[in-house]
Every structure is written in structure tokens, then in C-alpha cells.
């Protein structure tokens, strides 16, 4: 599941540069350390210490979105966000020297490690963008038609070089005066043939508008025989993007799909999972929640948890539990409607809760009582439940499994208050559904971390 959400050439960075951070920082102990380097290192916990400045390191390059876009386009702008990360590291050491001084790194190994950091960590990026980068090594990519998705795809591909996708051009239907959407146009469906003896594409994205007594169905399928992988433009969307293209989702998909519907095992194992680390955090989090509540009291009149209906596992309504940001007032008048961006309805301490997600730890109540996940879609009201199922198909069966405290949907886009947004956020719900694991789980929950930390996605 891990290689389906991550590309391979993002692992082969990470662990690349796990060893390269860790090398240098045993090379500087060879080089500076007045002791016998190897008794530093195995008797003086010397391997744990730089272990453990590692992951933190690395946990900052995380934060700092240099895991997900890696391809170099401004070398100053890397060595800055570089040179921020190791700023941070310092201060992380000198936070840890209180607390566990025997993970602290000796101040002279700390110093000139970490200027070597600062000199080959960017240039390893350089390097190995401009490997990746290479259009020729790249997968090449024929697309046959340009619909939406097609288009799509070719846009994200072109923009995400770790892809390893090259976009050669477009098969139409009829000749267009010129480039579409940026893509050279190689043929028409006349000359389809031609067009791939002479361009021996890797792979053809079908993309047409209107399939009809237009799809060259025997040259297709000569090409699957021979070799060439021929798939519809929403499959290779669905794994560009990491979620599904509801405009070009067919009923029949939906109802012959092996991949749709949440494996019983799976579903078993999450619940015991979300049990499990729900208890855990409400006993880690009791502090915090207890501050936040006394806090939401003292800056606002009404109760300090706000209860609301929201529409569950196979439409069951149940009530959620979340800390109050809003005033008590908020609907008297409108009634229900959803939060905007600067929302008047919220007060100055709610503003605060909400983009650091902390409103939302009492829903841990609600998945130690069974009715939600720590993962899954967001759960929604019945109000908005009724007139979202009218507009957009298949918003229905986002509630066959459990909505979730986070999820895919809620890490990977905006908080949203129109239709395209929901659209959207269904897409990414459809997604998870489909490729429900515990692995999945996890990955969005490390996730999680990163996004309430830089309150991102939240309104």
C-alpha cells in the first residue's frame, strides 16, 4: 500500500538520506572525537545519539514538504529551508540536554557535522533531482483523446518529475490548430497506428470524449498483447492524483470491482486498532484537554462541548462530541450551514482550536463507543448528508464505513464549503475505501501530525 500512496523514487530518497545524515555524522566523530571513536560510538551510546538527531533531522525536512516535491527549481530556496532545519536541530538539542542529556550530541561533533550538512545535503538534492529529472529514463506516456482526466493527468505528470512520466503527446480525434493544453498533437485516430510505430510509448492513456464506434479496439488490443500497458485516463488519474475521478466513474465499475468494498479482516482490525488508540489518547491527552476546556469556559459563554448530529457508518445518525468554537448562538438564526472562511459564528479562542485540530479530541469518546474511526471520512451532517446525496453521485457510499477523527481526505485537501470541494473530498474518501489497510491508516495518521502541526486544512 505504502508504494501506492508513495513514490519509489521518494523511498529511495528517504533512505538514501538516511544513510548519507548518518555517515556524515560518524564521519565527524573519526574526525573531531578525543576519544577512540569506535568506544564513543557503541559504549558512549554514540550510535543512538546520532540516531536520534537523524530522524529528527529528517522529520524536519518532512515537515518542511521536502519529502513530497523534491525536484530543484530555486537552489537558494533549498539551502534556506536546509539551513531552518538544522536551526531547528540545534534548538532540539538544546531543548533534550534538560530533559535526556545522554541523547546529546558533544557540542563539536553537533557543530562541524552539522556544517557539512549544510554543503552536501543540498548538493545530494541537486544531484539526485536532476537524476530523476531526466525526461528520457522516464516512462513515456501516449495519450489517446483529451478529456478532462486526460488533461489532468498530463498537467500533475509534467509538474511531478518523481513520477517518472513523460507526457509525448496527444492522439486526437480531429486535427486541432495547434498544441492542447501544452501537449504537442501527433496524430488523429487515423494515423493512431503510425503514431505509436514511431513514438513507442511506454503506456497509452485512452482519454476520448465519446467512445462510441471511435476507439481503435483491435490496435489496443494488439498493443496489451504485445506489451504496451493501455489503461482508461481515470485509472492512471486515480494513481496520480491518489484519488478517483468521480466525472468519469461508472456505475458498472463500482458494482464488478474486486477492489471496492472494505475486506472484513480489515475492517475487523481497524476497529481494534482505533480502540486501542483512542484509550491511549485519551490518557495522553487528558491534560491538554482539560486546559482547553477550562480555556473554552473563560473566553465564552455556553457549554464546553458542542454535541451535533452527524450521519454515520450506513447512514445511522449518532451524536459527536467536539470542544466548542463557536458561539452558542451560532445557528439560532441561519440554522444549519456550513463553516465559512472567517466565519463570524467563531470566537478568538475557537480559531485557535480549530487550526490546530484540537476541537476535535473529544471525538475519541465517540470511536471508543464504536461510532467512528480514528481513520475515515469526515463525518457529516444529515442536513448537508440530504442535499450533497441529490447533487453529487455516489456521495452514498462514502458512508459504508465508519467516519473517522481524520482521514485521505482531510490530509490531502482544504477544508471546503462548495460543491466542488465536496466533489473533491469524495474523490479522496472513494480512494480510501478502496484501498482501506492498516497501512494506509498509519501513513495518514504520521500524516496527521504534520498537518496539525502546521494547521493546515482546517477552518
Not at 565527524?28 to 572525537?33: P, R
Not at 483529451?146 to 486535427?175: F, K, S, T, Y
Not at 497501512?439 to 496527521?448: K, R
Request: net charge positive; aromatic share 10%.
Amino acid at each position: 500500500m505504502l508504494g501506492r500512496v508513495v513514490p519509489s523514487t521518494t523511498l529511495l530518497l528517504v533512505a538514501s538520506e538516511l544513510v548519507l545524515l548518518s555517515s556524515i555524522y560518524i564521519f565527524t566523530v573519526y574526525i573531531v572525537a578525543d576519544i577512540d571513536p569506535l568506544v564513543w560510538l557503541i559504549y558512549e551510546n554514540g550510535f543512538i545519539r546520532i540516531g536520534f538527531l537523524v530522524a529528527g533531522l529528517m522529520f524536519g525536512l518532512y515537515l518542511q514538504d521536502l519529502y513530497s516535491k523534491f525536484a530543484v527549481r530555486q537552489r537558494f530556496y533549498l539551502f534556506q529551508q536546509v539551513c531552518l532545519v538544522v536551526g531547528l536541530a540545534f534548538l532540539f538539542q538544546a531543548a533534550i540536554a534538560y530533559g535526556q542529556p545522554a541523547l546529546l550530541l558533544p557540542r563539536w561533533i553537533m557543530i562541524v557535522g552539522s556544517m557539512i550538512v549544510l554543503v552536501v545535503l543540498p548538493a545530494w538534492r541537486v544531484l539526485y533531482s536532476h537524476m530523476v529529472t531526466q525526461t528520457e529514463k522516464a516512462e513515456k506516456i501516449l495519450f489517446l483523446g483529451a478529456n478532462e482526466a486526460a488533461l489532468a493527468v498530463a498537467r500533475a505528470i509534467r509538474d511531478r518529475p518523481e513520477l517518472r512520466m513523460n507526457p509525448i503527446g496527444l492522439v486526437v480525434e480531429e486535427e486541432p490548430a495547434g498544441p492542447v493544453d501544452g501537449l504537442p498533437v501527433l496524430g488523429t485516430l487515423d494515423t493512431f497506428r503510425a503514431v505509436v510505430a514511431a513514438q513507442k510509448p511506454d503506456r497509452i492513456v485512452v482519454g476520448l470524449t465519446e467512445r462510441r464506434h471511435k476507439l481503435p479496439v483491435l490496435d489496443l488490443m494488439d498493443l496489451n498483447f504485445s506489451g504496451t500497458l493501455v489503461e482508461d485516463a481515470a485509472t492512471t488519474f486515480e494513481q496520480v492524483f491518489l484519488r478517483v475521478c468521480v466525472p468519469q466513474l461508472r456505475p458498472s465499475q463500482l458494482i464488478f470491482s474486486r477492489e471496492i468494498g472494505v475486506r472484513a479482516w480489515n475492517r475487523n482490525l481497524q476497529n481494534v486498532y482505533s480502540g486501542v488508540l483512542a484509550a491511549a489518547g485519551l490518557v495522553l491527552a487528558a491534560p491538554v484537554m482539560a486546559i482547553v476546556g477550562v480555556l473554552v469556559k473563560l473566553t465564552s459563554s455556553g457549554p464546553v462541548l458542542y454535541r451535533q448530529e452527524r450521519v454515520g457508518l450506513n447512514g445511522v445518525p449518532f451524536t459527536i462530541y467536539k470542544f466548542r468554537s463557536m458561539r452558542q448562538d451560532a445557528e439560532a438564526v441561519t440554522g444549519a450551514v456550513w463553516a465559512a472562511k472567517d466565519d463570524p459564528r467563531i470566537t478568538k479562542f475557537g480559531k485557535f482550536i480549530r487550526r490546530t485540530r484540537l476541537d476535535e479530541l473529544p471525538q475519541l469518546f465517540n470511536v471508543i463507543r464504536g461510532e467512528m474511526s480514528i481513520v475515515g471520512p469526515r463525518p457529516e451532517r444529515p442536513e448537508f448528508v440530504r442535499q450533497l446525496s441529490e447533487k453529487i453521485p455516489f456521495y452514498r457510499q462514502r458512508h459504508f464505513v465508519k467516519p473517522g477523527v481524520t482521514g485521505w481526505a482531510q490530509i490531502n485537501h482544504k477544508y471546503g464549503d462548495t460543491i466542488e470541494d465536496t466533489i473533491t473530498k469524495l474523490e479522496y474518501d472513494l480512494y480510501y475505501i478502496k484501498n482501506l489497510t492498516p497501512a494506509l491508516d498509519f501513513y495518514i495518521l504520521f500524516h496527521t501530525i504534520k498537518v496539525m502541526l502546521l494547521s493546515r486544512g482546517s477552518q
